[in-house]
């Protein structure tokens, strides 16, 4: 099935206890899509201003993302995030940044795109997310995340948007905050009397959990020691889930924690390294030994 | 192969968002037997006030707890702790303390118990977990926990405990506040290198991490809606996992991993309800049915 990410695309500067990234390509339908493209081609629709650096292009050119939603617009400028990690890295802190041209219009979804099968809306405001959905004439499976900025300024766009989405993935903290619930199986229920019929709440280190209606299945996260930038984990984390499913082509809750495996482990490279580096060099075979591994590892009795 | 815990008995005043207990059961050794109970007789030792309920020594003599190693200490008063949980009730907050007993001398190990197998030091002084281990003559497996208490103000007894036992079952907190490490599985690495041939990382609802020299296992907690009182869940962990070796009479990985799920399910009963109501009266089948389950949750392809 055909798979549509539209969301940030960025230029990062980063800083954690292991180094630093400066100048680099990010934003997380970026990080998505190099997860993705590993099962399926991605289309990608998103903008940038005219100061967006054409190698940074030539990156995502050089995979199978097709970048006819790709607006550079002139006079405006490219959306930038200063970040950095400390001690455990568990939660990024934002030290600069520059909505600049998200702030601006949302690019228009091509014709080419419209007839998506699978639409992720990686974050950006609830309002713009509904309205590039609605763009797509009728996708067989549409999901969403947030950040909490959304959370505390627009709560009522957000909540619209859960409504006309089928699945979720959003943080623990996010999560917890949106519903006020501090049980995240709880909180995850409280999502789905929305609409949707899956949550999937990422926990960093943690794993991930996925609750559905009748289900709950938590995964931890791939053991490892070698941790250098936490940026992007998430983003990557949705695009190996979405990237896996609609290579897939079908969505029951089997399929999603097949996915949700795959996820994890496109999380687990993405923060070997600074920036794509270690994403973007990723080999399948890789990916399918460690997901071999995880399998392994949770092969218990 | 025959199991003895020792550490702390007291009577517990706890508050969560959920309800509270007042004046009841509690204590690391106490939570462990309980759990442990469920997979083999537990040889219980430790010491109280002459303040001790009656009522409370039938509740552990109800079970298969050899209460031969319980010293009623005349004159003196049983350890106490007033804590309560709030928000996630990830972290309990100590409101009150009394050590009382516990700051005195160590109860002895009796002559009957001193061929265990099996020996679990649960948190107490790593002085006396020290000088409670050397009174047992050639165990065959001995495991120690410790609290951020001993990791301040015993640095270097505790040290010296960690290079006398095979296993360690420490929490997240802890073990990185001991190495001064963000990463667990390096963290555990660097417990490894004292001595202990594991370490298992408690992660609270996030679930736990085995480390060993050559390989790292993560499993998730057992995703439930149900928390009321998280008290005691780290010690049922260790009485699940203990009791559960113990009977197996093996502890190579793949045995230590099983365990982890045993620990992991003695958790989730404990969690239920207030202080032992739970643990104590939950059965085999029901705790081999949700071992089960989550075998079946994590069995993902």
Redesign the interface.
């Known amino acids: 099935m055909s798979l549509l990410v539209t969301g940030s695309i960025g230029i990062d500067n980063v800083v954690t206890?292991h180094g630093q990234a400066e100048e680099v390509l990010g934003g997380s339908s970026v990080y998505f899509s190099f997860a993705a493209v590993q099962y399926t081609p991605v289309r990608f629709v998103g903008v940038v201003g005219e100061d967006f650096p054409p190698a940074f292009r030539d990156i995502l050119a050089s995979h199978d993302i097709d970048l006819t939603g790709l607006e550079v617009r002139k006079g405006s400028k490219t959306f930038r995030w200063t970040g950095k990690y400390v001690?455990?890295?568990a939660q990024a802190q934002t030290v600069g940044i520059e909505l600049n041209v998200l702030a601006e219009a949302a690019p228009r979804v091509p014709a080419a795109f419209t007839d998506s099968d699978v639409v992720f809306l990686a974050n950006t405001h609830p309002t713009l997310q509904r309205e590039m959905l609605a763009q797509v004439r009728s996708p067989k499976l549409t999901v969403c995340d947030t950040i909490d900025l959304w959370i505390n300024t627009e709560r009522a766009s957000l909540t619209e948007t859960l409504k006309v989405v089928n699945g979720v993935i959003i943080n623990d903290a996010e999560v917890?905050m949106f519903t006020g619930l501090?049980?995240?199986?709880?909180a995850g229920?409280e999502i789905l009397k929305l609409g949707p019929s899956f949550v999937v709440i990422k926990?960093g280190?943690?794993?991930a959990?996925l609750v559905t209606a009748d289900n709950?299945?938590?995964?931890?996260?791939?053991?490892?020691?070698n941790?250098k930038d936490p940026t992007g984990a998430g983003d990557s984390f949705a695009g190996g889930m979405l990237g896996y499913l609609a290579a897939e082509g079908r969505f029951d809750t089997a399929a999603l924690?097949?996915a949700?495996?795959r996820g994890t482990v496109s999380a687990s490279f993405t923060i070997e390294d600074f920036s794509l580096r270690r994403v973007m060099n990723v080999t399948r075979p890789e990916i399918d030994a460690r997901?071999a591994e995880l399998?392994d590892?949770?092969?218990?009795?």
Chains 1, 2 share one sequence.
């Open positions: 206890p001690g455990d890295m917890r501090s049980n995240l199986v709880t229920r926990k280190e943690h794993g959990l709950a299945t938590a995964i931890p996260a791939y053991p490892t020691e941790v924690r097949r949700l495996l997901v399998i590892m949770l092969r218990i009795e």
